[in-house]
């Protein structure tokens, strides 16, 4: 395999282990004291209300991201092609982001309900993120890690410093207080971001090169199942989940699952985006390269996933008290809400590294075909959950997931003799188990 490709990933895999360790574990020491500063109830409103920001965001990419790995050669060939491409782009995401708040919009005077402040805070957030993420996306593939990973944990401190200075001096949270700074400081980030991304822009060359008609339906297509790969695997995310929950059974259950979803999910997320951004800039640039680099690199890439998701596992296993102690679960029920969760998030993280090799094959339509089967299958569980349990309903969706995952793991062998390495490290496993044990011998303190 290149050396160089290798460099390049694991120069990705360090700058995206520092955006999301550092970020991930403020967000969760801040979510834990929000958590017990207010109450249930506010906190899931608040909960509820940054799912649909990252819903709408979610849904108004229309497969963006995925694209922007897929043709990185195209937009990165000249000033003319970058130009094309990034406004052909992001014109329909811009659609569709106020397609989606139009919709909210109505729902809010069809319900009848008093969250005017609350719809405002989330189409104005939304619209910023449903930017950023692009964005974001953009500057890792080019190998600028380093300037995401900066804007982002500085963002997030900005942010923590605002919110709790506040609630020193006034000793008082309202929505007002958790809103309006991150809006100006995402704002602030994104406008970073764009300007950063324009100083690379000015260094590509400035040649013209014709423009082909089949390449440009190639990006359509190919965009198009994308986004509908996106969009089928929504009812399995916490941002559908957590509203579902508020909506279904209420405000207090709502924010639990959302705590519980922070704690666990930033266990998670850190080995998600850390090893799924680093692996779509590595699919990205291996996908000219022979077969045999293209297995190394992923047998690299999940021997990675794989030892993470293990040290995460052994972890959660022998600190599962503590865990429970923090979300304030000392139920049955509760607890078994956060277990399932927690699969379906474990779940997810593996079936993220197959997608990206998916879209960086071009292979978005038989993607989308699949995860299209598990998201009728999921809305008809989540009609359903009216008249059942939430645990039934969650032990349901994580059948329903691992069932989706387990088939791409197939079609991906059977397609591109591709196998993921499931090894665990002897390193890994007693390092794991030492800090595991120290952190429930200093708890237990």
């Excluded at 579902?244 to 080995?271: D, E, P, R």
């Excluded at 299958?377 to 059942?388: D, N, P, Q, T």
Aim: some cysteine; overall charge neutral; aromatic content about 12%.
């Amino acid at each position: 395999m290149s050396l160089i490709i290798i460099r390049h990933f694991l120069h990705s895999v360090r700058w995206s282990a520092v955006e999301v360790v550092g970020y991930h574990l403020l967000l969760a020491a801040h979510h834990t004291i929000l958590f017990r500063t207010v109450t249930p109830a506010f906190y899931g409103i608040v909960g509820t209300t940054f799912s649909l920001v990252y819903l709408i965001a979610f849904i108004a990419d229309m497969g963006l991201e995925a694209s922007l790995s897929a043709f990185l050669s195209r937009w990165t060939l000249n000033a003319q092609e970058a130009r094309h491409f990034l406004i052909k782009s992001f014109v329909p995401t811009c659609v569709v982001w106020i397609l989606a708040c139009t919709c909210l919009v109505l729902f809010k005077y069809i319900a009848g309900s008093d969250v005017g402040e609350l719809i405002g805070y989330i189409i104005i957030l939304s619209g910023i993120e449903a930017l950023r993420r692009p964005l974001k996306t953009m500057h890792q593939l080019i190998f600028q890690g380093h300037i995401v990973a900066l804007t982002e944990v500085a963002m997030l401190v900005t942010y923590l410093m605002c919110v709790w200075g506040w609630y020193f001096l006034h000793q008082s949270i309202t929505p007002a207080v958790i809103f309006i700074p991150f809006i100006v400081l995402a704002g602030i980030s994104c406008a970073v971001l764009a300007y950063a991304f324009y100083g690379y822009y000015t260094t590509l060359p400035q040649y013209d090169t014709p423009d082909h008609a089949e390449s440009g339906a190639t990006i359509i297509k190919q965009r198009f199942f994308n986004a509908l790969a996106q969009v089928s695997i929504l009812p399995f995310s916490s941002n559908f989940l957590v509203p579902l929950f508020a909506y279904q059974f209420g405000a207090v259950y709502a924010g639990m699952l959302k705590l519980a979803s922070n704690l666990v999910h930033n266990g998670a997320t850190i080995i998600t985006k850390v090893l799924n951004t680093s692996s779509r800039v590595g699919f990205a640039h291996a996908k000219n390269l022979s077969h045999e680099s293209q297995v190394a690199l992923f047998s690299l890439i999940t021997a990675a996933l794989y030892n993470s998701l293990y040290a995460l596992l052994i972890f959660c296993i022998i600190n599962h008290q503590m865990i429970f102690d923090w979300c304030n679960i000392h139920d049955q029920a509760s607890a078994l809400i956060v277990t399932l969760f927690f699969i379906i998030l474990v779940t997810d993280t593996i079936a993220l590294t197959y997608e990206k090799l998916f879209e960086t094959k071009a292979q978005a339509g038989t993607l989308s075909i699949i995860y299209i089967i598990g998201c009728i299958l999921a809305l008809a569980i989540g009609m359903a959950s009216e008249h059942i349990s939430p645990v039934l309903t969650l032990l349901l969706l994580a059948l329903v997931r691992v069932s989706t995952c387990a088939l791409l793991a197939g079609l991906s062998l059977h397609m591109w003799r591709l196998a993921m390495s499931y090894t665990m490290q002897p390193a890994v496993f007693f390092a794991t188990i030492i800090v595991s044990l120290a952190v429930k011998l200093i708890s237990a303190r």
